[in-house]
């Protein structure tokens, strides 16, 4: 199953902007991609599916797309 | 206001414009305000000479909406010293400025209010003096508070636009929420060194607590790790929206928000 991943902000430094992914079939949770990505979860701001909110026990699907941004809290 | 003033205005008036001069002679004169003058010179048809270069840009009607808004800065660091300098000088009529806190030399490097005369000093109160030496016609409301949850109505009352330029993420969800209960539309901003965001919160809308919805850590209080260049980059894009709303300028996206990535140099604007 391919889908694609969007990073933003910090999240790209060593990694990409946008990266189309293969993924295995069954079971592959959100939680997973970010696990296999090496992201802290705890600086996670926004997640989107398809631009839709979504939590880390998502199951992805063919064609989502899958957005990342980190939480930017300074001023 | 006195008929002699719009008579003296418009005789004073070159070209439609009128120049600080005559702002003063007018306040000698009619003992009025320069935030009242500048309110009748513009709904007299006129041009403070001092706009005159953004006179077509934002036309006679839209100077006139701009001096008679009142907004309100929450935070007076980084974004704020932006903030109230391009807002002033821009014509907003009334600037409301919310922080308890003094400058420190740590300031010096991205807070534009901050110099070596002013370490120590409040922030809303030099914000006030800068904008009396830049733009006296704007009238500045410095407010020695930390805007929360239950002071938020009181210290926003009367306003039409609120800006964000606070610096934690709690302190976001409480002024995002605090707008949404009293209607008033919200232009959010968050800088962390080559990253930034910026979104407009329409009235009654939650769109900030969503920009902050992921479940992570409990709230930490991460050290400032902002860089002149960058804060003035998200400061001023909320000037943008600031004017955009006031002046019902589209497209201001209904759900949606700015992501900055300076390292790779984008802006992307984000829907949900």
């Not at chain 1, 189309?20 to 701001?45: C, F, H, M, N, T």
């Not at chain 2, 998200?234 to 929206?241: E, G, K």
């Amino acid at each position: 199953m391919r889908i694609t991943v969007k990073l933003f902000a910090s999240f790209r430094e060593g990694r990409f902007k946008v990266e189309s992914r293969e993924i295995p079939s069954s079971s592959y949770l959100v939680g997973q991609l970010v696990a296999d990505l090496e992201l802290p979860v705890e600086k996670i701001g926004v997640l989107l599916v398809n631009g839709r909110h979504a939590v880390l026990e998502h199951r992805l699907e063919e064609g989502d797309v899958c957005a990342l941004f980190p939480r930017i809290g300074g001023g | 206001m006195p008929e002699d003033l719009k008579a003296f205005l418009l005789s004073a008036a070159m070209g439609g414009l009128v120049d600080w001069q005559s702002y003063e002679t007018a306040r000698h004169l009619f003992g009025v305000s320069y935030p009242d003058i500048e309110q009748v010179v513009l709904e007299q048809g006129l041009f403070p000479k001092r706009y005159a270069a953004q006179r077509q840009f934002f036309q006679p009607e839209g100077q006139l909406k701009l001096c008679r808004a009142r907004v309100a800065i929450v935070g007076c660091g980084g974004l704020g010293s932006c903030l109230v300098e391009m807002l002033a000088r821009a014509g907003i009529g009334t600037l409301q400025i919310i922080d308890p806190d003094v400058f420190v030399e740590s300031n010096l490097n991205r807070q534009f209010l901050c110099t070596a005369d002013s370490l120590g000093r409040l922030k809303v109160e030099v914000a006030a003096e800068r904008v009396a030496r830049i733009n006296p016609a704007v009238t500045v409301i410095s407010l020695v508070e930390a805007l929360n949850g239950e002071n938020g109505v009181d210290l926003l009352a009367g306003m039409n636009v609120v800006v964000d330029a606070l610096d934690s993420i709690p302190a976001r969800r409480e002024l995002g929420h605090v707008c949404r209960k009293m209607n008033l539309p919200l232009v959010h901003g968050a800088v962390a060194g080559w990253y930034g965001q910026v979104a407009v919160q329409r009235p009654s809308d939650d769109l900030v607590s969503r920009l902050y919805s992921h479940p992570g850590q409990p709230e930490m209080e991460m050290p400032p790790d902002n860089f002149s260049a960058g804060v003035a980059a998200v400061a001023s894009l909320q000037v943008v929206l600031v004017v955009k709303v006031l002046l019902d300028v589209e497209p201001l996206p209904a759900n949606g928000w700015f992501s900055f990535d300076l390292r790779e140099v984008d802006l992307e604007r984000i829907d949900f």
